[in-house]
């Protein structure tokens, strides 16, 4: 069990080491928080060089899903802290490696009820009894065409087991019924011939729709501001805090945000995501760690939300929160193969409030997030402004377009 309230020496058998199981943009910031704090960090990721391995002590390169690999580098690096940093892991590894003594953020069993939509979204739903889209699970065609039957049109179909929108349709009506089970069928993480299962939900015609950032510490269960965002193709291209919002909305999405983060246990952050209605609330989803909509709070709060998981997991108090302006994030995605360059920079970082995150990822074919501008402003509507006209003057150049 890790002491909390006091850190090693990063390098000697004091260390307080950190597993992080996934090496993204989001887990690359954690990293740097824990660096800050003098943890040795050691990233792992399916292939070398991802972006948190960047800053790390140390990385190793293996599947997440690959349970008996998972183990043998637990037991060789001996983590006080193991931080999954995607959904996809051998989560029952984890639930085996906490019985056993090992500390899992936020523990566990959240990360395995997150890794498939179908046990968060039974847990809020059926235990916690918090409003939700309608849904059924389905894993055959036929399953689907009945569901489709009984949800009525529009709905969505996603793989249980998928994120970023990959397999996810929208059906405005029965005709692309076929097309949207092959697609969900092939967006799913199970792949290969069996079917994976799906979730059906219906269409919920939000307003808008809000992350929550809630960290859970020591010293109890807190909300950052709400941050709104715009989401496309099922993945966030914007996101601004706070999100203008009644108060008897904001009311409930606390209260909704903190009755599912409290439900999970542990410490850390959480990104829960809500559909706002009028002053009515919708759960949507949860993440048992930072959120891609979050990295506003790079450019808005003093703690970002990798500053307070970090500070939640290692069992340090969070006193305040504090936002000290409005903010905004415009993700920056490209297509293409290799090892891009970002052209304009100097122009882009002309705009005063302005910052930005560049990965360090290479492209291998498809879109992908590649950095983010973040910006501060007296507004949210002028923040936004500021951070698209930096993500619009910065020119990616892959190396196929040569
Ligand atoms: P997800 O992968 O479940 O996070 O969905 C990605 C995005 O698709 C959400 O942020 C929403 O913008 C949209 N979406 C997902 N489910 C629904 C729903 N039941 N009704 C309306 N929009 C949805």
Sequence with gaps: MPSHGTIGTVFSQNACRVLL????????????????????????????????????????????????????????EKPQYIVPEIEAIATEELVQLEQEGYTVVPN??????????????????????????????????????????????PLLIKPAMSSSGKGQSLLKKADAIDQAWTYAQEGGRVGGTHHSTCIVEGF???????????????????????????????????????????????????????????????????????????????????????????????????????????????????????????????ALLANGEGAPSFNNCDTALSQPGSQLRLFGKHLCGGQRRLGVALARGTTTDQALDIAQKVADSIHIETPTEL
């Design 21 to 76: 199981l996934g090496s993204g943009e989001l887990g690359k910031e954690v990293a740097i928080e824990l660096k800050r704090l003098g943890c040795e960090v050691i990233a792992c990721d399916r292939y070398a060089n991802a972006p948190a391995m960047q800053v790390a002590d140390r990385s190793h390169v293996f599947s997440m899903l690959d349970a008996a690999t998972l183990r043998r580098v637990v037991e060789e």
């Design 108 to 153: 566990a069993r959240a990360a395995r009820l997150t890794m498939n939509r179908e046990g968060i979204r039974r847990f809020v739903a059926e235990e916690l009894q918090i409003p939700t889209s309608p849904y059924v699970f389905v894993d055959s065609k036929e399953a689907f065409e009945q569901a489709c039957k009984e949800t009525g049109f």
């Design 204 to 330: 919920v015609d939000f307003d808008y729709e809000i992350t929550v950032l809630t960290v859970r510490a020591s010293n109890g269960t807190f909300c950052c501001d709400p941050i709104g965002h715009v989401q496309e193709d099922g993945d966030y291209r914007r996101s601004w805090q706070p999100m203008a919002m009644s108060e008897k909305a904001w009311a409930q999405a606390q209260e909704i945000s903190r009755t599912v983060v409290d439900g999970l246990g542990g410490y850390g952050l959480f990104g829960v995501e809500l559909f706002v209605c009028g002053d009515e609330i919708i759960f949507s989803e949860v993440s048992p760690r930072p959120h891609d909509t979050g990295m506003v709070t790079l450019a808005t709060q003093e703690l970002s939300e990798f500053a307070l998981h970090a500070r939640a997991f290692l069992g340090l108090p969070i006193p305040d929160i504090f936002r000290y302006s409005d903010g905004a994030s415009v």
